[in-house]
Structure formats: C-alpha cells, structure tokens
C-alpha cells in the first residue's frame, strides 16, 4: 500500500490508525503524501474518494459509506495456505460474502502489489 503512494505522489494518502495502537508506530509510515489520522475513520471515510482497505469490518464499513475501495490482504504463505484449506468461502470480504458476488475487488497474496 505504501509503494502505491509513492507511486501517485499527487495524491494524499490517508492512514486511518487504531486508536488501540502507539501513535508512534504509525509515524515510521508518514510521508510527504501520506497523512496518519487516529480514531476518526467515518469522519475519513465521508471525505475519501477510493480506498485500500484490509479485511474485516473496515470493508463493510467503507461500503456502507459508498467508498470504491479495494480490499488487501497478504500473510504468511503457509498460514494463508492452511487457512484455505480450513475454511470454505468463495470471497474474504464481508462486503463480497454479503452479497455473495465480487462487488469489491480482492486483491490477495501474489495479487496484492502496487501496479
């Protein structure tokens, strides 16, 4: 995601920090085009224009408020591996799973790059 801004340095890219987590583990990832806001992601997400979004709640959350967005997930190869073999769903986002079709494109492992 990071390589994505700095391939787009006209655009502002926006982090939306867990309020759980040090503020000084985000700052290692600000940059000249990327901005770090903590626990005010609605606020984020009504001012956004597209997003990355990892899975989890965040996908459903930045659909309700109409964002395109594109979900990314890469983990380790083995435990990606074992977990497909655990467990049988055609997508890994709530929002896709929802609606049982590819509304949100997913980017996963190998798929998940900056081009």
Known sequence: MLEVAKQNPNFE?????APSISTDFYKQYSGENIKIII??????????????????TATLET???KVPQIVCYKGNA???QIARR???????????????????????????NAK
Request: aromatic residues 10%; charged residues 10%.
């Open 13 to 17: 890219f926006v982090i939306a920090g």
């Open 39 to 56: 626990g005010n992601s609605y606020e984020l997400l009504m001012n956004a224009h597209a997003a990355l979004v990892t899975s989890g």
């Open 63 to 65: 659909a309700l408020f």
């Open 78 to 80: 083995l435990s990606y």
């Open 86 to 112: 655990l467990v049988k769903v055609k997508y890994i986002s709530l929002v896709n799973l929802i609606l049982d079709k590819p509304a949100v494109k997913e980017l996963i492992q190998g798929y998940m």
